[in-house]
């Protein structure tokens, strides 16, 4: 990028690797350009070794493993002679932390059920 300053008028005519000219105020504090690094996360990872490198560095979340292909010690969802959860997924409000595995706190569903008219039908 080339810069032309005029003092007089107190303009700086800049002239954009593109071939555009552009007036701005010799006041103004700006940075014109490129971010660098610009699209460094647009090429594919590749290789396993490069996508371990890359979390190592942020945090723990990589490779993440399913509960259904740990032991039996390890996780709810565990352990068996195929990998399937056996029993649903959903763990209730009251569920200890180590019990929280799945859907949390699944809204109910179906046909909303009165209270004092399940209490009434018990009671004939």
């Given at each position: ?18 071939g ?12 014109i350009g ?6 460094r ?5 590749l ?5 371990y ?6 945090r723990n ?7 259904v ?5 390890d996780?709810?969802h ?6 399937h959860v056996?029993h649903?997924?959903c763990v209730?409000?009251?569920?200890v932390?180590?019990?929280r595995a ?9 046909r ?13």
């Open positions: 990028m080339i810069t032309y300053i005029c003092v007089l008028i107190g303009l700086c005519r800049n002239k954009l690797p593109s555009a000219k552009k007036n701005l105020s010799s006041e103004c504090r700006a940075m490129q971010v660098a690094g610009g699209g996360t647009e090429k594919p990872l290789k396993a070794g490069n996508t490198h890359k979390f190592r560095v942020k979340s990589w490779p993440k493993v399913r509960g292909a740990m032991n039996p010690v996780h709810p565990r352990g068996g002679n195929h990998q056996g649903s997924t209730g409000r009251d569920s932390p180590g019990q799945g859907l949390r706190y699944a809204r109910q569903a179906g909303a059920k009165n209270k004092a008219f399940i209490i009434a039908c018990k009671s004939k």
